[in-house]
Structures are given as structure tokens and as C-alpha cells.
């Protein structure tokens, strides 16, 4: 129980497009999930925390206006990031707390974004 | 600001070998942590996790962790790694105060790589 499907799992785009990223909570509601990034060989840096039906919550450093979080439903968050560049290529993880007898996070398998 | 450190970066040992990789964290109060193992080209998946109890906690694949309060640690131990062990090892902590209630926080450490050698 308590997964999160999460894709694509890889994406090619170009610079100045934008890129879509589903998260959802396949068996159970996800009032709050987060979105991650992770660089190579590095630790997972939190981008936000994306509630349902509020504004997300970002980590300082992170561009609201770049990474767009929309957490619509209580299974589906999404990360848009807009007008691409090189340096945005990465791994996107995202995560749903899970409450109850089984709390913790489960995690998405990642996307990677590849820009180009 | 809350921290999670990991004080080795990359580990190699060969099977057989006895693991222990460290894990501290920066500020006390009431915590639960967890350790997440990442193999090459897949997601993270849940190793083990301490809420309260008995400090000793026993995860899958034959990891353990113990929760030393009076030292804000939380290392990872196995007996006997094997080949299949070779991958990259986080600890997370999740702060509990009254201001994040119901946005609790996972917050990382660096990461810690091992690569067993056959």
C-alpha cells in the first residue's frame, strides 16, 4: 500500500519549453506531498511542499515563477517547469506523507529532465 | 536550522565485511528517522524507521539502526554486507514542532555511497 506513480520518468525538451511532472498517490489521499530535486551523486534537496487545495510552500533559493506546483486533488500534484534551460536538468522526485498506522513518506520513482 | 549529517561519503568493502555508516542530527526534541537505501537507477525505498520504543530498530535485507538520544545519532548496521548492498544510503529526520504540524518536513543528509567488492 501507499504508492506514488510518478512521470514520466524521463524527458527531453527543448530550451524554452515546458515540462510537465505527475505525482500521484495511487491507494490513498495525499493532503500533502513534496517535490525534490536531486543533482548527481547528491543529496535530495526539497523544492516545496505542495498541499491540497493551497498555494505550495517553497524552500528559499527555489523560483515560484519557474516551478509551478498545483496540488488540485487529493491523489494528483503536478510540477510544470517553465521555460526550460540547461541548468534545470535533473532528477525530480516527489513524495507523499503518508498518516495513519503506516506513517512516513513513500517516493515516486523520479523523472529525469533532460534539456536541451 | 535543522541538519542531518553523514560523515562518509563513500564506503567500499568487501562481502562478508561488517557495516556501520553514521548518521547525526543537529537539534533534539522529537524526532523520527528513517533510513532509505537508493540502488543504481531506481527510486528510494525505505530501509527502516524509528518512531519511539525500543531504540534498536530492525529493518529489511538484515539492517539495523539504534537511536542514541543523548548523542543525536542513528547509524545503520548489518553484520555481513553482501555484493547486492552496493548502493547510495540516506538518513532523514523529520522534525516534529508545533509550527510544522501537518507540513512535518523529511529533511536528508548528504548521502553515503557503498560499493561492495566481491
Known amino acids: 500500500g501507499a504508492v506514488v506513480s510518478q512521470h514520466p520518468s524521463r524527458v527531453i525538451c527543448k530550451s524554452g519549453t515546458s515540462v510537465k511532472i505527475e505525482c500521484r498517490s495511487l491507494?490513498?489521499?495525499?493532503?500533502?506531498m513534496f517535490w525534490y530535486r536531486q543533482f548527481p551523486k547528491q543529496s535530495l534537496m526539497l523544492m516545496a511542499t505542495?498541499?491540497?487545495?493551497?498555494?505550495?510552500?517553497?524552500e528559499q533559493g527555489v523560483e515560484k515563477d519557474k516551478f509551478l506546483i498545483n496540488h488540485a486533488s487529493l491523489t494528483l500534484s503536478t510540477l510544470t517547469v517553465t521555460s526550460a534551460h540547461p541548468e534545470d536538468s535533473s532528477f525530480y522526485i516527489c513524495s507523499a506523507l503518508v498518516r495513519g498506522a503506516y506513517y512516513g513518506y513513500t517516493f515516486g520513482s523520479g523523472t529525469r529532465l533532460t534539456v536541451v | 536550522a535543522q541538519s542531518v549529517s553523514q560523515h562518509n561519503h563513500h564506503v567500499i568493502l568487501s562481502e562478508a565485511a561488517s557495516l556501520e555508516l553514521g548518521c547525526n542530527y543537529s537539534y533534539g526534541g522529537t524526532v523520527n528517522l528513517f533510513w532509505y537505501v537508493q540502488y543504481p537507477g531506481q527510486h528510494l525505498q525505505l530501509l527502516l524507521k524509528?518512531?519511539?520504543?525500543?531504540?534498536l530498530v530492525k529493518g529489511i535485507k538484515g539492517f539495523e539502526a539504534e537511536f542514541i538520544k543523548s548523542k543525536f545519532s542513528f547509524n545503520l548496521r548489518k553484520p555481513s554486507v553482501q555484493w547486492s548492498d552496493t548502493a547510495e544510503y540516506f538518513c532523514a529526520v523529520i522534525w516534529h514542532f508545533v509550527s510544522n504540524f501537518g507540513n512535518e518536513k523529511l529533511t536528508f543528509g548528504t548521502g553515503t555511497r557503498l560499493t561492495i567488492i566481491p
Open positions: 491507494d490513498f489521499q495525499a493532503t500533502t
Open positions: 505542495s498541499n491540497e487545495g493551497s498555494k505550495a510552500t517553497y
Open positions: 524509528y518512531f519511539s520504543g525500543d531504540p
